[in-house]
């Protein structure tokens, strides 16, 4: 390049990698990974998923845990800009979608204002995954016409601003994400504002991966039954009258049995 010239501007791919099984990841979510410069992932995407990026790209870890960020937001915003702005195609590869409770509208409102162009792709968000993973059906014609996509984990200071009486009365599958450390709580408020202490309800622990258990119990007893069983994030816990068809179309974890009965055998 000569001295003085501009450099082209690179692009950002904000892209879902689904919710843990790497075969849910969309075609054209692999098609970004193949193609990044740089990828910047999360904690909860499946490794396996980089195997498939080119050998001199550049891997960057930001995941977060509770309490413990790797790399804070206002960081991760800052390095998309960074690589972009150096001409490189750069891919933040998000657990589930980047769009439910991803931030991935933060970081795209940071590319708009600093001019960088990018793409939105959407991947298979993990309520929906761990649920049919979990032989739940989030909808279903006979139990449930509305679901509601709720998170468990407030930002901090922010208060509890949560509809529950919304919620409680309004909503018929709710599915709520890191939601496993105030379930008691969480279980209290819907309760309190008229949700059945016998509705069903489902914790999924690492939903759609090899490591996936569930436990099952109603809105009064699943707080209880989540402890101890010693559930533990990530997991997806799923309330409404959906939960009891699990008992009959539960597929994912006879199948790990299955695999696991077959190889203690062989």
Not at 203 to 220: D, F, H, K, M, Y
């Amino acid at each position: 390049m000569h001295e003085g010239a501009e450099t082209t501007m690179g692009k950002v791919y904000l892209v879902g990698a689904g919710p843990g099984d790497p075969e849910l990841i969309t075609v054209k979510g692999l098609t970004c990974i193949q193609r990044a410069d740089v990828i910047l992932y999360d904690r909860l995407i499946n490794e396996e998923l980089l195997s498939y990026a080119k050998p001199d790209a550049e891997l960057i870890f930001c995941g977060k845990l509770p309490g413990c960020h790797a790399m804070q937001q206002e960081t991760i915003n800052r390095a998309l800009v960074l690589h972009a702005k150096k001409g490189k195609t750069v891919v933040r590869l998000k657990g589930g979608d980047p769009f439910v409770f991803g931030r991935g509208g933060e970081e795209a409102e940071a590319l708009v204002k600093h001019g960088i162009e990018f793409e939105i792709v959407p991947g298979v968000t993990s309520a929906i995954a761990a649920a049919a993973y979990a032989g739940i059906p989030v909808t279903h014609r006979e139990f449930s016409s509305s679901v509601a996509f709720v998170t468990g984990h407030r930002r901090e200071g922010s208060g509890d601003e949560i509809q529950w009486e919304s919620l409680a009365k309004g909503i018929d599958t709710i599915a709520i994400y890191m939601g496993i450390q105030r379930l008691s709580s969480i279980c209290s408020q819907l309760m309190k504002y008229g949700k059945s202490p016998e509705t069903p309800a489902a914790v999924i622990e690492w939903g759609t991966t090899s490591a996936q258990r569930t436990v099952t119990g109603t809105l009064a007893t699943i707080a209880e039954i989540a402890a101890n069983e010693q559930m533990r994030n990530p997991s997806m816990v799923i309330i409404g009258e959906v939960v009891r068809l699990r008992a009959n179309i539960q597929w994912y974890e006879r199948l790990l049995w299955s695999s696991a009965a077959a190889g203690a055998t062989s």
